[in-house]
């Protein structure tokens, strides 16, 4: 039965007895503990999207029958790959954290062309393998999880030159039916709330690393994978009990570190094995659809902006002109986030496999943006918010017969605003820049997809210096460049 609703995607994810590990202990279901269970709500609104706006969230499959799940579909134009963006923004919006599904929609969209580029060099069978998982994904409506980030060990050393040779994943066995891989990823964005992971190489590799040139899917419940769960700034407030304390109680990110020991792949669910020469463009691709996926960020901003906004009301001052300024500014940072992404997906140009790839080096902008205007816009919110943001107590105090009353009176600000209002619209802001959720709008702004530098020497690639001179020497009237003869 393919899942149609969120209700039905969270029920795909019980009694799946997978290996997860949190707080020093086996989580005997993932789906009811309270810390993990915010970030299969921020999946889960990936299927109520398709549902209740599905302009944005569900597209007309080529594959099969009838509409899928946007991330689950092949972009077969520039506006589909713009679409995605607008999807992005309006669940950034619905959830305020990361709702983990883009990495597998970017995954799916870069192996898409090279598995067919890849056949036609090999003559290979590899497009028609990956075709036949996709609509296997579209027609059960699963989720995709990527697993891409070795741990890297020595960052001066390649794969196959490591003291451990585990520490990219690898090919440690080959059979007739299968490979057998080994190794590990490291911060994996939504695998526990995954049905199937999509493994990829991390980064360029040589003749020599040939065994690190792995690509396949795995189901997520592969009893030789476990999971080693990352642990979120303030998320133990989920264990406190009430709601208001952790800022945004219904929906979280997830990221864990997946060890893979020895699982068995079959061949049909091998995309690329041992073709090295395919790392680099695969990388290149994803990051290039995943660098522009972060307009993502730009719907948490529609939030953090609207929280800012309300607390200035709430303390009476929304008509003060500083105020109205630093909105302004945290408008303008967001939309600049948007419009370099948005102008990628646009750009978008068809690829030999028929799909559509977006812009490079305007994704590289959008994320570099991303890497950078979050913790400006984090730094507006919190001045507006004012330092009862982090001073204010906690809610059992305002539970408490002694204390509660007392807060209530100090805590009142412009007339008719309830003082739990108000704790909710700071503790929001807290959760965004400082606690559960600023994993995903500020760290992981930073490092996902890439760290500053990777885009920085993607642009660098890119910026075409040597037809901008000629530009710049056409206009100043350069002709000669050989050396003057009367200069002294
Ligand atoms: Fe999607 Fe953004 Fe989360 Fe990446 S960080 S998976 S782009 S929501
Ligand atoms: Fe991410």
């Not at 690190?212 to 769960?229: E, Q, T």
């Not at 646009?346 to 994704?363: F, I, R, V, W």
């Not at 919110?381 to 204010?392: E, F, I, K, R, S």
């Amino acid at each position: 039965m393919p899942i149609r609703s969120a209700e039905q995607y969270i029920e795909s994810l019980r009694n799946r007895n997978l290996n997860v590990y949190l707080f020093g202990e086996r989580v005997e279901e993932p789906v009811d503990h309270p810390v993990v269970r915010p970030s299969i709500n921020a999946v889960a609104e990936t299927y109520r999207l398709a549902e209740e706006e599905p302009e944005l969230g569900a597209a007309d499959s080529t594959l099969v029958d009838g509409k899928v799940n946007r991330f689950l579909h092949v972009a077969g134009s520039a506006q589909d790959v713009v679409t995605q963006n607008r999807m992005q923004r309006r669940l950034g919006q619905r959830t305020g954290t990361c709702f983990q599904r883009c990495v597998g929609m970017d995954a799916i969209n870069a192996l898409y062309s090279i598995t067919f580029e890849l056949d036609e060099k090999h003559g290979t069978d590899h497009h028609a393998r990956f075709l036949a998982f996709v609509k296997e994904m579209q027609a059960e409506n699963f989720v995709i999880g990527g697993a891409m980030t070795d741990p890297k060990g020595d960052r001066s050393k390649a794969p196959s030159q490591q003291e451990d040779p585990d520490l990219f994943v690898r090919v440690v066995e080959r059979r007739d039916d299968g490979v057998v891989i080994r190794g590990a990823k490291m911060h994996q964005t939504g695998c526990i709330n995954s049905h199937w992971l999509l493994v990829m190489p991390t980064m360029r590799l040589s003749e020599a690393d040939r065994d690190y040139a792995i690509s396949c899917a795995v189901p997520v419940d592969h009893p030789g994978i476990s999971y080693i769960y990352g642990r979120q700034s303030c998320d133990s407030r989920a264990l406190e009990g009430g709601e208001i304390d952790q800022g945004n109680a219904r929906f979280g990110g997830q990221e864990a570190a997946i060890i893979f020991d020895n699982v068995f792949v079959p061949n049909e669910r091998i995309f690329i094995d041992g073709q090295y020469e395919y790392a680099a463009p695969l990388v290149e691709r994803f990051t290039s659809f995943h660098r522009r996926s972060y307009v993502c960020k730009t719907g948490l901003g529609d939030v953090i902006i609207g929280a800012a906004a309300t607390i200035a009301d709430y303390n009476g001052v929304p008509k003060a002109s500083h105020v109205r300024d630093k909105l302004v500014e945290m408008a303008h940072l967001n939309e600049t986030i948007y419009g370099a992404g948005i102008a990628a997906s646009h750009e978008s140009k068809p690829t030999a496999a028929g799909n559509y790839q977006c812009d490079d080096m305007l994704a590289n902008v959008c994320k570099h943006n991303v890497t950078r205007f979050p913790y400006e816009l984090s730094r507006l919110a919190q001045d507006l918010a004012g330092g009862l943001m982090v001073t204010l107590p906690s809610d059992k105090e305002f539970d408490s017969e002694v204390t509660g009353p007392v807060l209530r009176k100090y805590l009142k600000a412009a007339p008719g605003v309830s003082v739990d209002n108000r704790r909710r619209v700071l503790r929001l802001i807290e959760n965004m820049t400082l606690g559960r959720n600023a994993v995903g709008y500020l760290t992981e702004s930073m490092h996902g997809a890439g760290s500053p530098q990777a885009q920085r020497v993607q642009i660098a690639r890119m910026m075409n210096l040597e037809e901008k001179k000629k530009l710049a020497k056409h206009l100043a009237g350069v002709e000669d460049e050989s050396e003057d003869e009367d200069a002294l």
